[in-house]
């Protein structure tokens, strides 16, 4: 086997084998949307500081 062919074959096969890895992952599993009024507990928080640093 030639050098170029080698080398095309080395970058070539691992893109297109992450690339359909990413595929197979993003149709079993789709990325749903972060929702937004499951969690409750999440209170807003009061202006200042996030530490109060008096000891």
């Known amino acids: 086997m030639s050098t170029p062919l080698l080398i095309a074959a080395s970058v070539i096969i691992p893109l ?3 690339w359909g ?3 197979v992952f993003a149709w ?3 990325p ?3 929702r937004e009024d499951v969690d ?3 209170q ?3 202006p200042g500081p ?3 640093y008096q000891i």
């Open 16 to 18: 297109v084998w992450g």
């Open 21 to 23: 890895t990413y595929l």
């Open 44 to 46: 807003p928080r009061p």
């Open 28 to 30: 079993l599993w789709p």
């Open 40 to 42: 409750n507990r999440d």
């Open 32 to 34: 749903t949307p972060p």
């Open 50 to 52: 996030p530490f109060d």
